[in-house]
């Protein structure tokens, strides 16, 4: 089975070198580590002897996440022990929340008969993930969350709201993060804290809602609870199973934990269905609208920094979430004339690397922009002391508008569902003046790009 791989959307950059373009996704295959489930064999459905069919010692295996019809949730350990014994997989996740389902290794011989189970709904392929990246940060600046409700930057006040950061996880001692609680879901779920050994996680979490005290920067939702769901290894590589875990958890404790957003900084090849991944058997797009749809989470994704339409790039091609484009800013305000730290480039202009998608498409209903450039945020402590750094790329923009979304959840936006925080953070954005805009957005377009209007931070 191949897989295809993703990427968290960061680009990283010595001083004053200009940007490399983002790595090509890549093609792989998965890599084989099971863990074998017990469950019990209560309430096997009718149906033929429960063995699988003989294969040879060599047969091809494949990692699949199997979706399971929604009437199997009570039943849901004895089938998945059904299903190993009769199609010779070996379980690894169970989920009940965010859907019913498993992940598994599997017999490639053994697929078409499991998708045509009864108790099945979809299985996908369990796709390959790799990382795509008190001073106030220029990036919060320039969205104008110093004009927020909670002033960033004035040193006082906290947002009262919940983001879970899937990622690489979050330094859960870090001294300017409120880490409020989070899962791993890696190795053993559960068995280790959600601990960031990346640095990714950390730095997308400080520019959501580093705390606004006299310590290292502050972020767009100042002191926002923060959960570190870890779905992304040291090399920032994970499975659509991981990711699924991340989802499923999310779901579990969105309403006990107070959870509004999810950050997702990653993204690769794929495309929109229209179906919630039912046709083309995407099970993080089927995860993602469940969470949505159920949960009412507001999901907000990166773009991707290929610099194409992201209508190839999923999450960001789902309609179900708040797709989010990079612009460049040096100096944290409107009209260019800055100098950026980290490369050379124009001030208040789209970045040449972040994905985008084209006017009059049903892409531009769901896409924003933030900046994305030479973004000043937490960093991974590892014994140098430096709690801060600079990365770029859309990783980078995205947490600008996840803190948004979690402004805007603690004020005007209370009570709305995911689609209507999308429609009114989009809407504010529109109405900001033309100056408040960059080269590249929809009131000055480059070509048949869409950016999408600059979140406004300012306004909640």
Request: hydrophobic share 40%; charged share 15%.
């Amino acid at each position: 089975m191949s897989g295809r791989a993703f990427r968290a959307a960061t680009i990283e950059q010595e001083s004053d070198m200009a940007f490399e373009k983002w790595a090509r996704w890549l093609p792989g295959r998965v890599a084989v580590a099971t863990a074998v489930l017990a469950g019990a064999l209560a309430g096997l459905p009718a149906g033929g002897p429960v063995t699988a069919e003989p294969t040879g010692t060599q047969q091809a295996m494949g990692r699949y996440v199997v979706v399971l019809r929604d009437s199997t949730r009570a039943r849901v350990d004895s089938i998945v022990e059904e299903h190993r014994r009769r199609y010779g997989g070996e379980p690894e996740f169970v989920y009940r929340h965010a859907f019913t389902g498993y992940s598994a290794l599997l017999p490639e011989s053994q697929v078409a008969r499991l998708r045509a189970d009864p108790s099945v709904m979809m299985v996908g392929d369990d796709r390959s993930v790799q990382a795509a990246a008190q001073v106030l940060p220029t990036g919060v600046d320039r969205v104008e969350a110093d004009q927020s409700s909670t002033q960033a930057g004035n040193g006082t006040g906290s947002v009262d709201a919940g983001v879970a950061v899937l990622d690489t996880g979050i330094d859960m001692t870090h001294p300017d993060l409120n880490v409020a609680g989070g899962f791993n879901c890696l190795g053993q779920p559960g068995n280790q804290p959600p601990q960031d050994d990346n640095g990714h996680g950390t730095h997308v979490a400080g520019t959501v809602g580093a705390e606004d005290n006299d310590v290292d920067v502050v972020g767009t939702a100042p002191g926002a609870r923060l959960y570190a769901i870890k779905v992304l290894n040291a090399g920032g590589r994970g499975r659509f199973s991981h990711f699924a875990c991340g989802l499923d958890w999310v779901a579990e404790h969105a309403q006990s934990e107070g959870i509004d957003v999810i950050n997702m900084s990653l993204g690769g090849r794929g495309s929109d269905d229209g179906n919630c991944g039912l046709t083309n058997n995407d099970v993080m797009h089927f995860a993602i609208c469940r969470v949505v749809n159920q949960a009412g989470v507001t999901v907000v994704v990166a773009a991707g920094n290929e610099g194409r339409d992201l209508a190839q790039a999923v999450p960001a091609a789902y309609d179900e979430v708040l797709a989010v484009t990079a612009m460049q800013d040096a100096n944290g305000q409107p009209g260019g004339g800055g100098t950026f730290s980290c490369f050379t480039g124009t001030d208040d202009r789209y970045a040449s690397f972040s994905n985008f998608t084209t006017i009059g498409s049903a892409d531009a209903g769901h896409t924003i922009a933030a900046p994305g450039v030479c973004i000043l945020s937490t960093r991974l402590v590892r014994g140098s002391g430096d709690t801060t750094t600079v990365l770029s790329g859309t990783s980078m923009a995205s947490p600008h508008v996840a803190g948004t979304a979690a402004l805007c959840l603690a004020g005007p936006c209370a009570g709305m569902t995911p689609a209507q925080v999308i429609s009114k953070l989009r809407a504010d954005a529109a109405a900001q003046p033309a100056s408040y805009g960059f080269t590249g957005d929809p009131n000055s377009p480059v070509g048949n790009r869409f950016y999408g209007h600059l979140v406004h931070a300012g306004g909640y």
